[in-house]
Nanobody
Framework: QVQLQESGPGLVKPSQTLSLTCTVS??????????WGWIRQPPGKGLEWMGV???????YYSPSFKSRTSISRDTSKNQYSLQLSSVTPEDTAVYYC??????????WGQGTQVTVSS
């Protein structure tokens, strides 16, 4: 069973870049037809898909985040990462890494709380 674990700083200052890493175990991020995503949930709001990186390295970003988001991967470590630039307090949220399949099945990890504050 594939497991995903988010890691990164819990506090980021406004205007800085938020960087998170997702470590995948129990499966390879290069397995054909898999996709790996970043999703967030601001306080009191619903889930927001930010973007995905597919097994072949291709990427899709949600239009709402496209100008500030970059997703990359390190296949040697079976990890993929999120960078969100020019953060504001409105970017405070619980950030999750998950697959589209996991989201459909309702399988979610704990996520990681990121607070944007000076």
């Amino acid at each position: 069973q594939v497991q995903l674990q988010e890691s990164g700083p819990g506090l980021v200052k406004p205007s800085q870049t938020l960087s998170l890493t997702c470590t995948v175990s129990g499966g390879s991020i290069t397995t054909t037809n898999n996709a790996w995503g970043w999703i967030r949930q601001p306080p009191g709001k619903g889930l927001e898909w930010m973007g995905v990186i597919a097994y072949d390295g291709s990427k899709y970003y949600s239009p709402s985040f496209k100008s500030r988001t970059s997703i990359s991967r390190d296949t040697s470590k079976n990890q993929y990462s999120l960078q969100l630039s020019s953060v504001t307090p409105e970017d405070t949220a619980v950030y999750y890494c998950n697959t589209p399949r996991g989201a459909i099945l309702g399988s979610w990890g704990q996520g990681t709380q990121v607070t944007v504050s000076s």
